[in-house]
């Protein structure tokens, strides 16, 4: 079973709406990161919060992270139609070596203009 | 600065038959990571080459393995495909010991087994 599972999955907003997605996990980690895949491409990083961290931002992107519920969330503020795209979380366990990266099956994002 | 790169973009097989996949890391990077990503799902990590040894390995058989050159770059090679291998294959590149674990991924190849 995957270690990350991401909710919803799928989510559908207007431009300007705000987007949130959250994130639940089994064990415990060394550290949460969110990812974005365009059309099945590559993924592109967005953001790290480590397991000793609560809140992170980075641009319109805010991240929590609660790890007495193993649960993480993206909030995407002021959406853009280019944000449309799946949204994973990747985490490491505390028990596996740095780069095993666990991904839940992600939230499929769409923005309408 | 090169990003991390794969060939071939896309590729299609028969089943039975052999492929190798091929993965250049990003500038300044020395661990390659592969990982399978079904229709609709998340990746699946496959294994993971630093020092150009094998270092972790997921929940794959072994007609799943892989090789890192002394450039640091790596290939991925399956044996004897079946049809559930059809899949995006990702190559992910990182820095050992780098304390943000943040690992760059390639495009992807495109496996189509028939």
């Known amino acids: 079973s995957q270690q990350g599972e991401e909710d919803p999955q799928a989510l559908s907003i207007q431009e300007g709406e705000n987007a949130t997605m959250n994130c639940s996990y089994k064990?415990?980690?060394?550290?949460l990161q969110w990812y974005r895949q365009n059309s099945g491409r590559g993924l592109v990083h967005l953001i790290l919060i480590r397991s000793n961290e609560r809140e992170k931002h980075s641009g319109r992107l805010r991240v929590t992270l609660d790890t007495s519920k193993k649960s993480s969330s993206l909030l995407i503020t002021a959406s853009r139609a280019a944000d449309t795209a799946s949204y994973f979380c990747a985490t490491v366990r505390s028990t596996d070596s740095w780069g095993k990266f666990q991904f839940g099956a992600g939230t499929q994002v769409v923005v309408t203009p | 600065d090169a990003g991390v790169t794969q060939s071939p973009t896309h590729l299609i097989k028969t089943r039975g038959q052999q492929v190798t996949l091929r993965c250049s890391p990003k500038s300044g990077h020395d661990t390659v990571s592969w990982y399978q990503q079904a229709l609709g799902q998340g990746p699946q990590f496959i294994f993971q080459?630093?020092?150009?040894?094998?270092?972790q390995r997921g929940n794959f058989p072994d007609r799943f393995s892989g090789h890192q050159f002394p450039n640091y770059s790596s290939e991925l090679n399956v044996n004897a495909l079946l049809l559930g291998d059809s899949a995006l294959y990702l190559c992910?590149?990182?820095?050992?010991?780098?304390?943000?674990?943040?690992?760059?991924f390639g495009p992807g190849t495109r496996l189509t087994v028939t």
């Open positions: 992910a590149s990182s820095l050992a010991g780098q304390s943000s674990y943040e690992q760059y």
């Open positions: 080459y630093y020092e150009e040894e094998e270092r």
């Open positions: 064990t415990s980690i060394n550290n």
